[in-house]
């Protein structure tokens, strides 16, 4: 998981090549959940053939506070981010808001968002759950001209999603069933504005 281009099925329903999501994990804190929170997805929407995935998570890829567009860690995401038809953050709410990371990788970038739909996996330790982080990145990425998912996937209270051995989510039915109707979302858009794409580059 992780590598792009590593395919995860055969193919979509109906014909097609299946859908690139990328899924980014935006904490990079030290003790962070979000090995857990992503694992879990990337666990679950791996079981789908009209999918493939590549994880970015920030963690591994920290980009400089001045958004050097020539930085070797911006060059070495351009092309996996640019080939993503779709994207999935998965992000904590820090201080009502999004990770620091997360805020300078999208600003390190911008024609690799357009015109793509997001999809969001949020988590907090509040009741909020990662509400106010993912309304703040509808904002952000529609500045992009993204399409953010209506629906989306959150753990309120996130630390009561383990159960007594440490496993993660206790929930797991009920997490699956958001997860699932926002993948779905999220495929219908892909495809829609990649095949918009194939007859007109956005833009133009």
Not at 18 to 33: I, K, Q, W, Y
Request: overall charge negative; cysteine-free; glycine content about 12%.
């Amino acid at each position: 998981m992780g590598a792009p281009g590593a395919a995860q099925g055969a193919g979509a329903p109906g014909g097609g090549p299946p859908v690139g999501v990328a899924v980014v994990v935006a904490s990079a804190r030290e003790g962070r959940l979000a090995p857990d929170v992503s694992g879990w997805f990337t666990a679950l929407a791996g079981r789908r053939d009209d999918l493939v995935l590549d994880v970015v998570d920030v963690a591994a890829h920290t980009l400089p506070g001045s958004l050097d567009a020539q930085d070797p860690v911006a060059l070495a995401l351009r092309p996996r981010l640019a080939a993503a038809d779709a994207f999935v953050v998965v992000v904590p709410e820090y201080n009502r808001s999004v990770p620091g990371p997360l805020k300078t990788l999208i600003d390190s970038f911008q024609s690799e968002w357009e015109a793509k739909p997001v999809g969001f996996v949020g988590y907090g330790l509040s009741l909020s759950g990662g509400v106010r982080a993912v309304e703040h990145l509808r904002q952000i990425f529609a500045e992009f001209h993204a399409v953010g998912m209506k629906d989306a996937v959150f753990f309120p209270r996130i630390l009561e999603h383990y159960d007594a051995q440490g496993r993660f989510p206790v929930d797991s039915e009920g997490a699956g069933a958001a997860a699932k109707l926002m993948l779905d979302q999220l495929l219908w858009w892909a495809r829609a504005l990649r095949d918009a794409k194939s007859v007109r580059p956005y833009g133009t």
